[in-house]
Every structure is written in structure tokens, then in C-alpha cells.
């Protein structure tokens, strides 16, 4: 109940494409919901967040869309750039549980010049 | 800079060895998390810190992992007895004190990549 899954596990885009990655969760307790970029050999770096009362939430080219009833979100990125080429994770977490995040698997995208 | 530092960025050790890492989160954060992140997997939670109070353990942390952070500010984690299955980047995010409207929203240092051999 405390999983995340996300999908696809790898994804390769034209430059200028959209890019979409989704996630799934179990747990209806879970009150925030970030997004996660991470390039070799850093460490995570935030890139945009939701909360479940709210259905889609854009910053420039990022947009996160919720679905509460499926308990799925997604994160799109518009006009794909090869600098966007990362691993992206979606995570949970509860206000009440301490704010640990629970990460998905992750996704390995590689947007081609 | 003012973001969360890790000490050091890279460590190879021999099985059976002790280690330390460090960790300085972004000042007047009071919550401090470690993951721990394997090849080709999302980061996994270990334990968490709201001051200098541990809060919650992950099962994933056996008794040969410790943690502390001992005056709120930097922490420390210690790996005895290393095994090779403890390969692995470790992580340390901090956030900020939360308000009862807003999240915590956490932000994680470079990481510091173990090599047992």
C-alpha cells in the first residue's frame, strides 16, 4: 500500500516533443505529491509538486496532472530539449507520516537533437 | 553555497570496515532525511530527524546503521561491520519547518557513493 509505480521505466522523445511519465499510487492517505529530476551522479533536484485537491498545476514547461478517483498523476514536459535528457521520479508522501517520500522506480529519458 | 552538503562525495572501503558520512542540511531546516539509492531504483527512506529528535527508522536500516544528529544542525551516519549489499549512494535531503498549510518540500544534497569490497 505504501508503493508508488511508475512507467514507462525508459522513454526517448524528438526534440520539441512532449514527454509523459506516469505514476500510480495506492495509498489514499498520501497529501503531496512531487516530482524528481536527477542527472548521473547528483542527487535529486525538486522540479515541481501537487497536492491532491488540485488537478493540474503548470511552472513554464512542466505540468503535473492529478486524477484523484485513479490515483494517478503524470508529469508532462512540453517542447522537449536534449537538456532535459534525466531520470525523473514521482514520489509520495503524508504530513502526518513525517513527510517521507516514497519513490517510484523511476524513468530514464533521453530526448534526441 | 547554501544548499545540503554531503561529506565525503566518494568512499571505497574493505568488507567488514566502519564508515561515516556527513551531512549538512540548508540552515534553519529543521527535518533532515536520509535515503539510500540503488542502481536503477528510486531512493529508498532509511530515517528522519525533526531537530535533533530520530522520529522514525526504516526497517531497511539494521543495527549496524546509526544515526545522529546531535545539536539539530549537521548529522552524522554510520555503517559497522560494511557488507557489499551496503554499496550504495546515500542521500540526505532537509526541509523546512512546516506550517499547517504547507508541505514539506525537500531538497537532497549531491549524495555520497559507497563501494564495499
Known amino acids: 500500500q505504501q508503493q508508488v509505480k511508475q512507467s514507462p521505466q525508459s522513454l526517448i522523445v524528438q526534440k520539441g516533443g512532449i514527454s509523459i511519465i506516469n505514476c500510480a499510487y495506492e495509498n489514499t492517505a498520501f497529501d503531496y505529491f512531487p516530482w524528481y529530476q536527477q542527472f548521473p551522479g547528483k542527487g535529486p533536484a525538486l522540479l515541481i509538486a501537487?497536492?491532491?485537491?488540485?488537478s493540474e498545476k503548470k511552472e513554464g514547461r512542466f505540468t503535473i496532472s492529478f486524477n484523484k478517483s485513479a490515483k494517478q498523476f503524470s508529469l508532462h514536459i512540453m517542447d522537449s530539449q536534449p537538456g532535459d535528457s534525466a531520470t525523473y521520479f514521482c514520489?509520495?508522501?503524508?504530513?502526518?507520516?513525517?513527510?517521507?517520500?516514497?519513490f517510484g522506480q523511476g524513468t530514464e529519458l533521453s530526448v534526441k537533437p | 553555497d547554501t544548499g545540503v552538503s554531503q561529506d565525503p562525495r566518494h568512499k571505497i572501503t574493505k568488507r567488514g570496515q566502519n564508515v561515516t558520512f556527513r551531512c549538512d542540511p540548508i540552515?534553519?531546516?529543521?527535518?533532515l532525511y536520509w535515503y539510500r539509492q540503488t542502481l536503477g531504483q528510486g531512493p529508498e527512506f532509511l530515517t528522519y530527524f525533526q531537530n535533533e529528535a530520530q522520529l522514525e527508522k526504516s526497517r531497511l536500516l539494521s543495527d549496524r546503521f546509526s544515526a545522529e544528529r546531535p545539536k539539530g544542525s549537521f548529522s552524522t551516519l554510520e555503517i559497522q561491520r560494511t557488507e557489499q549489499g551496503d554499496s550504495a549512494m546515500y542521500l540526505c535531503?532537509?526541509?523546512?519547518?512546516?506550517?499547517?498549510?504547507?508541505?514539506?518540500?525537500?531538497?537532497f544534497g549531491p549524495g555520497t557513493r559507497l563501494t564495499v569490497l
Open positions: 535531503a532537509s526541509s523546512p519547518p512546516t506550517g499547517r498549510d504547507s508541505y514539506n518540500e525537500q531538497f
Open positions: 540552515s534553519e531546516h529543521n527535518r
Open positions: 501537487i497536492r491532491p485537491d488540485v
Open positions: 514520489a509520495a508522501s503524508m504530513r502526518n507520516q513525517g513527510g517521507k517520500l516514497i
